[in-house]
């Protein structure tokens, strides 16, 4: 009985120490003045000698607003709170309303490489909808400080998109998407091919028959991440890491989980309100 009593408190001691010792996100509002209120994930045994990567999630028009919860209702942290194994640092912004500002954005990664271990080689933006938009803005804006970036279900709002040419660059959009026509991401891809036609630094999955919820899936997928840390600004040719079938692939990532699912589940009770498709 001793024994097994004994092995329970090891177990539990070990549990313990477990959870003791997980990192969550932590809000961070009013932190960097005049930007965004965010999201702050920061990955375990970070370090001067082991600097760790930056992921930014851009979402989209639904999460807008002043209620930073809405934010972890899907994405890359919500994806580490159900368990993603991340070994990386995660900025998830609040747009409070209107188009993704890319200085914004920057001023957060900037607070985050200064008060933080982040390898400033390894900076990379994903985004879907309005998300998409913003990640395309910022990569065209930053293209010399953005390692790689990720754009779903998107387009893009700046005038010049040249800079799109000098980072590798993933764009999935879907032919049946009625929140954002698919032309929005074809406009982006025809302005990278003017620059060079070979476009050896873009991946453009248009997607026969995928609506505009669909790619929320994606930010499950453990192999998206692997993909964007194959870049870093260190490699001046700045080549592009192949693909995969990021689709299919999102099936067993996501366990079969309704988009409409995809939320992270709050203590707090909600009103019941009618709710506005998401994008």
Not at 141 to 167: E, F, H, Q, W
Request: glycine share 8%.
């Amino acid at each position: 009985m001793k024994k097994q009593v004994y092995a329970l408190f090891i177990l539990m001691t070990f549990f313990a120490t477990v959870c003791l010792s997980a990192k969550t996100p932590v809000a961070e509002r009013g932190t960097v003045k005049g930007s965004y209120n965010f999201w702050f994930y920061e990955p375990d045994s970070a370090s001067v000698e082991n600097p760790k990567p930056l992921v930014v999630f851009l979402h989209g028009a639904s999460l807008c607003g002043n209620n930073l919860e809405r934010v972890r209702r899907y994405g890359t942290i919500d994806a580490i709170d159900r368990g993603l194994k991340l070994d990386a640092y995660v900025v998830a912004p609040q747009n409070n309303g209107g188009a993704w500002k890319p200085s914004k954005v920057m001023d957060i990664v900037d607070w985050a490489i200064d008060k933080h271990h982040v390898d400033s080689t390894r900076i990379y933006v994903i985004g879907m909808s309005l998300g998409g938009y913003g990640t395309l803005d910022v990569a065209a804006t930053y293209p010399d400080r953005i390692a790689a970036a990720m754009a779903l279900c998107g387009g893009a709002s700046v005038k010049d998109l040249s800079g799109l040419n000098s980072l590798p660059l993933w764009i999935v959009h879907g032919t049946a998407d009625r929140a954002v026509s698919v032309g929005q991401s074809d406009r982006v891809v025809s302005a990278i091919k003017a620059v060079d036609t070979e476009a050896p630094r873009l991946i453009y999955n248009r997607v026969p028959g995928m609506n505009h919820g669909r790619p929320a899936r994606f930010f499950y997928l453990s192999d998206l991440y692997d993909w964007l840390f194959m870049h870093s600004l260190d490699d001046d040719a700045r080549p592009i890491a192949p693909g995969f079938d990021i689709v299919d692939k999102s099936k067993e990532a996501y366990k079969g989980l309704s988009y409409k699912k995809a939320k992270r589940k709050s203590n707090t009770p909600r009103r019941k309100t009618r709710r506005k498709p998401r994008q």
